[in-house]
């Protein structure tokens, strides 16, 4: 991660991250922005927490039919552990169960990223004046600024779920069924578990953008993409104490929460390559890109 970060703060290439995350904002609808909830009012008088039988809560929004709050937030993916699983190695040894999808963005200092790093502060708050015994929230912190990362599980833990019966991976997540057999009767792959991946598609007109799905090789280090992410508190293991956490991407889709019929959908690589300029000897520079081509 330290070479994509060294390549990115350099000052033309941040204007050009701030330039396409400023393009990426406009596109977003204000009420499902993360950085809207940085504003504590608009935050608590649009949603609140859903608390189920185990303690866990969800942050939710709506009065008569309450659905899980789904924000975007667009960054730089600087690491990722996004499929397709090739090898044992990309899964837990011990807790196989525990093997998930990740991401994690920068925002390279641009004043929307910060303000979705403000609105993560703020829903944590939130949350601990329900949960008295809510762990602190820490992000990790580069030269360039904080980091935000996201994850989900690929399977739902057979003690969580009475379905014995999952979903199939598909061969762009699972070519050589690697998850399939390291995961049997350790869980199911559920609606919930499904995550959907969407290559953006810039138009003619500015901030005109049109989307298509795509497979999640597609995504690489260096590339800006766009999250919808969700957000809810957990117990710990050992009992006592809770921890938060921000999921890509559960969208309920107009569905009420109980329903549980939610589906997943992660991120969004921009069609806009991202090239950088690296220094080369003499002081000059020349045009590289993030996926060596």
């Known amino acids: 991660m330290a070479d994509i970060l060294d390549f990115l703060d350099i000052p033309v290439n941040k204007d050009h991250v701030h330039r396409i995350l400023a393009d990426v904002i406009l596109d977003c609808s204000p009420h499902t922005s993360l950085m809207t909830v940085g504003v504590d009012l608009l935050l608590r008088s649009a949603h609140t927490i859903f608390k189920d039988d185990t303690g866990a809560g969800v942050l939710v929004h709506g ?10 937030v667009a960054g730089v993916l600087v690491q990722h552990t996004l499929p397709p699983i090739l090898s044992r190695n990309q899964i837990p040894k011990e807790k196989p169960y525990l093997a998930s999808q990740s991401v994690t963005i ?42 935000l990362s996201f994850a989900s599980w690929y399977v739902t833990t057979l003690k969580a779920t009475d379905r014995r019966t999952g979903l199939p991976f598909g061969k762009a997540m699972d070519p050589r069924g690697v998850l399939q057999e390291a995961l049997e009767r350790k869980g199911v ?3 919930d578990n499904q ?3 969407f290559e953006g598609l810039h138009g003619e007109r500015p901030r005109q953008w049109s989307f298509k799905p795509c497979s999640p090789d597609i995504f690489a280090v260096g590339q800006v993409v766009q999250l919808q992410v969700a957000f809810g508190v957990v117990p710990c293991c050992g009992g006592g104490k809770f921890q938060m956490v921000a999921n890509n991407v559960p969208v309920p889709r107009m569905r009420p929460l109980r329903a549980c019929g939610i589906r997943r959908r992660a991120g969004y690589g921009l069609q806009e390559p991202f090239t950088y300029q690296g220094e080369v000897p003499g002081g000059s520079y020349e045009t590289c890109s993030s996926t060596g081509k």
């Open 195 to 197: 995550v959907l991946y």
């Open 63 to 72: 009065r008569d039919e309450q659905e899980e709050s789904v924000f975007e």
């Open 189 to 191: 792959h559920t609606e």
């Open 106 to 147: 920068a925002g390279l200092g641009a004043e929307c990223f910060l303000a979705s790093i403000h609105a993560v502060c703020n829903i944590h708050t939130m949350f601990s004046t329900r949960y008295r015994n809510l762990l602190p929230f820490s992000m990790e912190t580069g030269p360039s600024g904080p980091f």
